[in-house]
């Protein structure tokens, strides 16, 4: 049966593209989430948990309030299905989150506090001293966890089925691989996810950087790991800690975990704008720079031939800016001298 993404929800089916720039090999698709209300795939998650518990709230006849933590898109994605809905929504960034991303939860409609060092700090300041204090018999108040829920990863899901009609069916077992960036783990479970739902043992190539090596970390030590210090440039992957089901995860379905360096995220933040026109977080430059790596892509595919397909999950992300870019260039060029 054809799947189609609704119109009546908070985020959209996305297109499957070819990228001329990076099929030197074989064929390379995006599956371009950086076209979401948000401008991540994050609403497809966070605007499905939405959806689900609201769908459970309205019943008990109070006012609904948002409320989430977040790096920043995350935030952006609640407070964006907030707006899409009609609710009031509150998002806490830390310290970390530009300007940028807090202006633009802002014109959303949502309220936004500033508090903590990193989002582990955002999210027990929400929780403890925000969330707790509400009125329960005034308020429901929905807690949307940015990547740790099962109806996140059910949301994210969604982008395999779209991926499973997009392909021609005469293709789907020419796809080898697919390449996802990997933070706090909710992408790759609703990839996982996905893949399990339509039958698919398709291996996932899950990256992160060297400064957060969440998952990583994790299937090397065999259990989550909570790391004290989380500075990368890809600020969107940087999670203290895996989502326990991204390792069981791991175990369950074709995994192979790589760690590139944070310089290697802005090169694929760069290439991505010189040859797609297209700007992107560095978090989703790390896939991009996977991609265009026939070595890695080997290592976790096997030998791949032109008639083979690899599929990108271009993540996205609101935080870049051009004057980003410029400045990427000049530390990528200085790094080379």
Known sequence: MTFRTPTNLPYVETPLVKSAELSKICDVYLKCEFTQPSGSFKSRGLGHLIQKSLEEAQSLNKKIHLFTSSGGNAGLAASTAG???????????????????????????????IQGKHWGEADEFLRNEIIAKVDLNEIVPIYCHPFDHELIWEGHSTMIDEIVYQIPESKISKIKGIVCSVGGGGLYNGVVRGLIKNGLEIPVLAVETENAPTLHSAIEAGKVVYLSDVKTVATSLASPYISSKSLENSKAHPTHSILITDNNSLE???????????????????????????????????????????????????ATTYGDIVKYQKILIDEHK
């Not at 310290?95 to 409609?109: A, P």
Request: aromatic letters at 6%; glycine letters at 8%; charged letters at 20%.
């Open 268 to 318: 694929g933040v760069v290439s991505f704008a010189n040859h797609h026109n297209i700007i992107v977080e560095p978090a989703c430059g790390a896939s991009i720079f996977a991609a265009d790596n026939l070595s890695l892509l080997e290592k976790a595919f096997g030998k791949l031939s032109k008639d083979d397909i690899v599929i990108v999950i271009a993540c996205g992300g609101s």
């Open 83 to 113: 707006s899409f809905y009609n609710l009031p929504c509150t998002v806490v960034l830390p310290i970390t989150t530009k300007l940028r991303m807090k202006e633009k939860i802002e014109r959303t409609g949502a309220e936004v506090i």
